[in-house]
């Protein structure tokens, strides 16, 4: 939960996680249309910009990981996107 919650006060952005907010579900693919919704990104791109050095390190995403990763976006932005 924590590097999602870290990506999500750092690098995304208000749309990013405005879209992860609306889609239901907590998996890759979910993840993936929210954060590149006209797929633009390579999945080189999309690993590095959501999961950066987790990927390089293992090159392997665990399903619990994604979702717990997504919890802890979420999570972030439930709590400052009134603020916003």
């Known amino acids: 939960m924590q590097d ?3 990506w999500a006060e750092q690098h995304a952005s208000y749309e990013d996680l405005y879209r992860l907010s609306e889609e239901g579900g907590d998996d890759l693919d979910v993840l993936r249309k929210a954060v590149d919704p006209n797929d633009e990104l390579s999945s080189a791109e999309f690993g590095e910009y959501c999961f950066g050095d987790t990927v390089k390190k293992s090159g392997v995403l ?3 990981y994604v979702s717990a990763w997504i919890a ?6 439930n709590e400052v ?3 916003l």
């Open 81 to 83: 996107r009134d603020k």
């Open 72 to 77: 802890g976006a979420r999570e972030f932005f």
């Open 62 to 64: 665990h399903e619990e």
């Open 4 to 6: 999602g919650r870290e």
